[in-house]
């Protein structure tokens, strides 16, 4: 993913491809060479002749405002924003004093970006620490955590795990009950994922907009695990920050680009973001609000505002964008 105005925000969408004849067009296609630097070769890429549709839940902005006062006076609710064929994202409220029950997730990571209140996060191997607004938590696939919201008002939560990612529980813990679903007592390997030096368990990004950012490696990357090699996991997230004052004029004829086999989408963290999805009208999201490109979608992001802005972007795979061709945007 690409720190430029060449990324947009998404929210999480569910496939979103027509069955359509698709039509080709010259792009350039990122590809990763030995060296470790970034090539491109020019190559003919699928897209659908009517454009992609957006699937509910999936839609190109959602509203942290439209939110928060459609669940007015409520303490407990959950709002899918996201569902595709690669991710599912849930925000999530949580009132005070309550608690997950100790969990964890088989075969791959899941992660969260906390929007209110305070949650006590206590994750396996991990000294327990309190997340608030502004907060990146992650966990790899079987580290045993759970969630509790502390102090005297609801949390806030937006939650993203990989589609269809089912949550399993240790066998000392009493799983709650879940609608058409029974739980099996079984065994399954101990192998667990870790933390390295670019993952780690949490980013207080709070610390960031403060201009003292804790050190880490690859300071620009949240999750890298992407869905490459012989093992699925949920893909990349990208922090992308910039002043809206010194990026480059916006231009008509830039569309940014597009992934084949999977959304992007986009949490804002900071300030605003302004995104051009495909036909929808160009559009601003501010903090807290989600934004979602279905795959085969052109979209093109940029810093709005009048002050530093940031965003969460999140994708599938490595080096997956699509960019136009040059000098050469017909179709064939």
Do not use: C
């Not at 969408?13 to 359509?20: A, K, P, R």
């Not at 970006?113 to 206590?122: C, E, N, P």
């Not at 929808?280 to 802005?309: C, E, K, L, N, S």
């Amino acid at each position: 993913m690409r720190s430029s105005q060449r990324i947009a925000f998404v929210i999480l969408g569910s496939g979103l491809f027509l069955t359509l004849p698709a039509r080709q067009a010259r792009i350039h296609g990122e590809q990763r060479g030995s060296g470790g630097g970034p090539s491109q070769m020019e190559v003919w890429a699928p897209l659908p002749e009517k454009g992609t549709s957006f699937i509910p839940p999936n839609k190109p902005v959602t509203k942290i405002a439209a939110l928060l006062a459609k669940h007015k006076g409520e303490q407990t609710w959950t709002e899918t924003i996201v569902s595709d064929n690669l991710f599912h994202g849930d925000y999530i409220s949580m009132p005070p004093g309550a608690k997950t029950p100790r969990r964890f997730h088989q075969d791959n990571r899941a992660f969260w970006i906390v929007q209110d209140g305070q949650i006590r996060f206590t994750i396996e191997g991990q000294d327990p620490f309190v997340a608030a607004r502004g907060f990146l938590v992650q966990v790899p696939k079987r580290l045993v955590y759970s969630m509790e919201t502390v102090g005297d008002k609801p949390s806030l939560r937006f939650e993203v795990t990989m589609a269809h990612s089912n949550t399993m529980y240790p066998i000392d813990e009493t799983p709650p009950p879940m609608r058409g679903v029974k739980f099996e007592r079984a065994r399954v390997a101990k192998a667990k994922g870790a933390y390295d030096e670019a993952n780690v368990p949490f980013i207080d990004y709070n610390q960031t907009i403060a201009g003292h950012p804790k050190p880490k490696k690859n300071p620009d990357q949240f999750v890298g695990d992407a869905h490459d090699g012989g093992y699925v996991n949920v893909g990349i997230a990208n922090i992308i920050r910039g002043d809206p004052a010194t990026q480059p004029p916006a231009r008509e004829d830039d569309l940014g680009h597009f992934h084949v086999t999977g959304p992007e989408f986009w949490f804002v963290l900071e300030g605003q973001i302004e995104f051009k999805i495909g036909s929808v009208p160009i559009f601003v999201a501010d903090q807290g609000d989600i934004a979602y490109a279905p795959a085969q979608t052109w979209h093109r992001v940029r810093f709005a505002g009048a002050g530093m802005a940031t965003r969460l972007a999140i994708v599938g795979y490595a080096n997956s964008h699509v960019f136009q061709a040059t000098g050469d945007r017909s179709g064939q």
